[in-house]
């Protein structure tokens, strides 16, 4: 009598645990991806808060340049808001 107890108690927290972990995991959560940086975009970024979106670059004057110096004009971007997507579901 006594381990059919522990049991149902153990049966029900395993599914409780897991019903909790489905139920948090329907929250949508999102991530920012910088935007595509397109070779015949010749506007600038709007603002300087753009920089972050330079990856593995540098911000100056609007554009996003190589430090190293390997490409000779600066890579421009045709605006700075990141596109928001939702991550891929497991």
Sequence with gaps: MGFSKLMVTFTLLVVMSIAFDLLSGIRINA??????CYEECKATFHNPECNKFCIGLA??????????????????RCCCNPIILAPPSL
């Design 59 to 76: 911000y100056k004057n609007g554009s996003c340049i190589d430090p190293e110096g390997l490409y000779l004009s600066p890579f421009r």
């Design 31 to 36: 991530k920012t991806v910088p935007p595509t």
